[in-house]
């Protein structure tokens, strides 16, 4: 039977670890594979990265070899960012292309604004845009312990942001499937124009929630990155899983 490797890149201040449930809560065919990024988990040994794009390079190296069967590309806020230079790093490298990109809860990349990033963010600005972004109990954020373990991964993950400059390219030859949050910052504007990015099909799911609804809707979520790799891996969704899908996800 075939198989579909998704690899799954985190979200600022997030290790590899947020996706460990989805491998779980997903069929046995998609084989969830999350990413790691320097300086947390199983890399926390490692400096932290300072360039988006050649963080993306590397991630595209690391891959490399595992790339004989189909995968795709998922990742959350700042992962989104990096899946697609990820993708844009694998095109030069002549290596098989994604099935499909899936961006979630980030502005399409020529979109982004990350001026207020390019500077580094105190404890209390930090704290306060967890805050904001309400992807955080209160119990975490005063608790010093944490905090000190957190701070400096989120800290280091906004300069990366703060750094970006996108570089038009020739648009990708793929599928690309963007998640949003009906209560996030991100417009749907900024949302839609991830269709300048392909030259292959494009949907929008939109979501209940604001950033981190990709936690908060998981099943939903799962249902709809589900629902889209089996169309690519197999050709159209049984009736049943659609169906399904659309009663979860309708206004």
């Given at each position: 039977?075939?198989?579909?490797?998704?690899?799954?890149?985190?979200?600022?201040?997030?290790?590899?670890m947020v996706y460990a449930r989805w491998r779980r809560k997903l069929?046995?065919?998609?084989?969830?594979?999350?990413?790691?990024?320097?300086?947390?988990?199983?890399?926390?040994?490692?400096?932290?990265?300072?360039?988006?794009?050649?963080?993306?390079?590397?991630?595209?190296?690391?891959?490399?070899?595992?790339?004989?069967?189909?995968?795709?590309?998922?990742?959350?806020?700042?992962?989104?960012?990096?899946?697609?230079?990820?993708?844009?790093?694998?095109?030069?490298?002549?290596?098989?292309?994604?099935?499909?990109?899936?961006?979630?809860?980030?502005?399409?990349?020529?979109?982004?604004?990350?001026?207020?990033?390019?500077?580094?963010?105190?404890?209390?600005?930090?704290?306060?845009?967890?805050?904001?972004?309400?992807?955080?109990?209160?119990?975490?954020?005063?608790?010093?312990?944490?905090?000190?373990?957190?701070?400096?991964?989120?800290?280091?993950?906004?300069?990366?942001?703060?750094?970006?400059?996108?570089?038009?390219?020739?648009p990708l030859r793929l599928p690309i499937h963007v998640l949003g949050?009906?209560?996030?910052?991100?417009?749907?504007?900024?949302?839609?124009?991830?269709?300048?990015?392909?030259?292959?099909?494009?949907?929008?799911?939109?979501?209940?929630?604001?950033?981190?609804?990709?936690?908060?809707?998981?099943?939903?979520?799962?249902?709809?990155?589900?629902?889209?790799?089996?169309?690519?891996?197999?050709?159209?969704?049984?009736?049943?899983?659609?169906?399904?899908?659309?009663?979860?996800?309708?206004?």
């Amino acid at each position: 039977m075939p198989r579909l490797r998704l690899f799954c890149l985190p979200y600022s201040g997030a290790s590899a670890m947020v996706y460990a449930r989805w491998r779980r809560k997903l069929p046995a065919w998609l084989d969830v594979h999350p990413l790691e990024l320097p300086g947390r988990g199983a890399r926390s040994a490692q400096p932290f990265a300072t360039d988006a794009i050649e963080l993306a390079r590397r991630l595209a190296m690391e891959i490399r070899a595992d790339l004989q069967r189909p995968y795709a590309l998922f990742g959350h806020s700042l992962g989104g960012l990096l899946a697609f230079e990820t993708a844009h790093a694998l095109r030069e490298m002549g290596v098989p292309a994604p099935l499909a990109l899936f961006a979630s809860g980030t502005s399409a990349p020529a979109r982004r604004d990350f001026s207020d990033y390019a500077e580094p963010k105190s404890d209390p600005e930090l704290i306060e845009r967890l805050r904001s972004l309400r992807g955080t109990s209160e119990e975490v954020l005063a608790n010093p312990e944490l905090l000190s373990f957190a701070l400096p991964i989120l800290r280091a993950d906004f300069l990366l942001c703060g750094g970006y400059r996108y570089s038009p390219r020739a648009p990708l030859r793929l599928p690309i499937h963007v998640l949003g949050g009906k209560q996030d910052d991100v417009s749907i504007e900024d949302l839609l124009a991830w269709q300048d990015e392909t030259l292959g099909a494009f949907s929008l799911d939109m979501f209940e929630g604001h950033h981190f609804f990709i936690h908060d809707c998981e099943r939903e979520v799962l249902l709809a990155v589900e629902e889209h790799a089996r169309l690519h891996l197999y050709g159209p969704p049984a009736s049943g899983l659609d169906s399904r899908r659309q009663a979860l996800t309708s206004p």
